[in-house]
């Protein structure tokens, strides 16, 4: 493969499983260094032997939460000074699933503090390297819901669709500086997360994780679920030369399953 980003580094949140670490992987494939973050130490350990172990450069990892951006500012603040970062994957998990209606106040307020407060964090200690050196990526993992709501998703449905917005007046406002900002819209993909959607929605309606499974895949034009590669190769993409002049769009990786443009 060739190696189209030698040199760069890249920050990749939530990056020991599903999505993230597959991107880190990717990443680390194209050339870039790359700084691996997450909450669970004893999990960055092992992604960090694994990837040094596939050959990608890892340039190191934090441990930190982005529920609680006051905490990690510092750390962050801290971390750039020593290693400017020219591409971030902004990546966290999503909310628990339930319809908005019956969500608690906190449930709502937790999700915006994790995902859009916490992004917000990284960007304000990262982007002012960008702009000094006129050129940056900035990619926000989120989900199809920003186009089309998902059923039971409430909580995250909202937040996603904040943060689609809060990416889409970023790319406007950077992009005179040579930093595009793009939201990739993974749809079901073989994660954690959604076998625990499945299960889940298994308990609650009575039927098999199978049959569950099935008439999810039924949804799908392409009738399978994503694999987290697939959704890294369109991250790594608009992280590199070739999607330098794309900038403040939705990316849904979803296999035609949202129905509108």
């Given at each position: 493969?060739?190696?189209?980003?030698?040199?760069?580094?890249?920050?990749?949140?939530?990056?020991?499983?599903?999505?993230?670490?597959?991107?880190?992987?990717?990443?680390?494939?194209?050339?870039?260094r790359?700084?691996?973050?997450?909450?669970?130490?004893?999990?960055l350990?092992?992604?960090?032997?694994?990837?040094?172990?596939?050959?990608?450069?890892?340039?190191?990892?934090?441990?930190?939460?982005?529920?609680?951006?006051?905490?990690?500012?510092?750390?962050?603040?801290?971390y750039?000074?020593?290693?400017?970062?020219?591409?971030?994957?902004?990546?966290?998990?999503?909310?628990?699933?339930?319809?908005?209606?019956?969500?608690?106040?906190?449930?709502?307020?937790?999700?915006?503090?994790?995902?859009?407060?916490?992004?917000?964090?990284?960007?304000?200690?990262?982007?002012?390297?960008?702009?000094?050196?006129?050129?940056?990526?900035?990619?926000?993992?989120?989900?199809?819901?920003?186009?089309?709501?998902?059923?039971?998703?409430?909580?995250?449905?909202?937040?996603?669709g904040?943060v689609?917005?809060?990416?889409?007046?970023?790319?406007?406002?950077?992009?005179?500086?040579?930093?595009?900002?793009?939201?990739?819209?993974?749809?079901?993909?073989?994660?954690?997360?959604l076998?625990?959607?499945?299960?889940?929605?298994?308990?609650?309606?009575?039927?098999?994780?199978?049959?569950?499974?099935?008439?999810?895949?039924?949804?799908?034009?392409?009738?399978?679920?994503?694999?987290?590669?697939?959704?890294?190769?369109?991250?790594?993409?608009?992280?590199?030369?070739?999607?330098?002049?794309?900038?403040?769009?939705?990316?849904?990786?979803?296999?035609?399953?949202?129905?509108?443009?």
């Amino acid at each position: 493969m060739e190696n189209s980003m030698n040199g760069l580094h890249a920050l990749v949140c939530g990056s020991t499983q599903g999505i993230g670490k597959a991107t880190a992987i990717a990443l680390a494939q194209h050339g870039c260094r790359v700084t691996l973050l997450a909450r669970d130490t004893e999990r960055l350990v092992t992604t960090v032997a694994e990837l040094s172990t596939l050959g990608g450069a890892v340039h190191g990892h934090l441990v930190a939460d982005l529920s609680e951006p006051a905490v990690f500012q510092p750390v962050i603040e801290a971390y750039v000074k020593g290693a400017p970062v020219d591409i971030l994957v902004n990546n966290t998990g999503g909310p628990a699933p339930g319809p908005a209606h019956e969500a608690d106040v906190q449930a709502f307020a937790s999700a915006f503090a994790q995902h859009l407060l916490g992004f917000q964090t990284l960007v304000l200690a990262i982007v002012p390297g960008m702009k000094e050196r006129g050129h940056g990526r900035i990619i926000n993992v989120i989900s199809t819901s920003v186009k089309q709501p998902l059923p039971n998703l409430g909580v995250s449905n909202t937040i996603r669709g904040a943060v689609a917005n809060w990416g889409k007046t970023l790319a406007n406002e950077l992009g005179p500086y040579g930093i595009t900002v793009n939201n990739v819209l993974p749809g079901a993909t073989e994660t954690e997360r959604l076998a625990s959607i499945i299960h889940n929605k298994a308990q609650k309606t009575g039927i098999s994780e199978d049959a569950v499974r099935a008439e999810m895949m039924h949804e799908i034009p392409l009738r399978r679920f994503a694999r987290p590669e697939e959704i890294a190769a369109a991250i790594a993409f608009l992280a590199g030369p070739d999607g330098a002049y794309i900038n403040g769009i939705n990316l849904p990786v979803d296999g035609g399953r949202t129905a509108c443009l």
